[in-house]
């Protein structure tokens, strides 16, 4: 079986709850979105057997680290995730999952080597696209109890509608589940950080853990 791969390289984590924790990223190619923000190059650059994507990854990691899945969306290539996550896990390193949230039956069948999910809730006046609430909830029901923590970017378009809506669907699965507001770093200082302090307070009102936290990886230029 092969993997349709964008890169495979060593860096630190530049968002969310692991902010600043080593990883190997796995760049899977392909996404089934298409945000009006999106800064990220997931065409295909390298066609790799499985057995060949876990020997580099592999040759990469360090003890007990985390491989961080992300893409492009990685849940479009279940099926040859499915036989490389369970080495990986057998080799003892830890799984990170960055997803859009919205493939959640492909979710369910990778879930059982999953450590973490870092779930993008793509707000429809952040991303120009169709809304995705009713995946966007089955996903969060299949991830409640794991290390999860939800991701949304935060635009100088956003409107406040769907942020209230987003952090009222998240609190029906469970209030605990963290939320980081992530201002679009295109905008920062035309707006997208303004809008994450204006609506940080207004998620507080549904959900006990909230935060703005940017792309330091951007900010500060590390791959």
Not at 64 to 84: I, N, R, Y
Not at 125 to 131: G, H, P
Request: glycine letters at 6%; a negative charge.
């Amino acid at each position: 079986m092969t993997v349709n791969i964008v890169e495979i390289f060593y860096s630190i984590q530049g968002e969310g709850k692991y902010l600043g924790s080593p990883m190997v990223f796995v760049r899977l190619a392909g996404c089934d979105v298409g945000c009006a923000w999106c800064d990220t190059d997931h065409a295909l650059r390298e066609e790799l057997s499985t057995e060949e994507a876990v020997q580099r990854i592999q040759s990469l990691a360090l003890p007990g680290s985390f491989v961080s899945l992300t893409g492009g969306e990685p849940l479009l290539q279940a099926d040859a995730l499915k036989v490389m996550l369970p080495v990986l896990k057998e080799a003892g390193m830890r799984i990170f999952l960055e997803t859009n949230g919205i493939l959640y039956q492909a979710f369910s069948a990778v879930r059982p080597w999953i450590d973490a999910v870092s779930m993008d809730l793509k707000l429809p006046s952040s991303t120009l696209c169709r809304s995705f609430w009713a995946e966007h909830r089955e996903m969060l029901d299949m991830a409640r109890g794991m290390d999860l923590f939800v991701k949304a970017v935060i635009t100088a378009g956003t409107l406040k509608d769907d942020v209230q809506y987003a952090a009222e669907l998240i609190a029906s699965v469970d209030h605990r589940i963290p939320l980081y507001l992530q201002p679009n770093t295109a905008e920062l200082n035309d707006g997208s950080l303004e809008r994450c302090r204006e609506f940080l307070p207004l998620c507080l009102e549904f959900l006990r853990d909230v935060r703005i936290v940017p792309q330091v990886h951007r900010l500060l230029g590390i791959h």
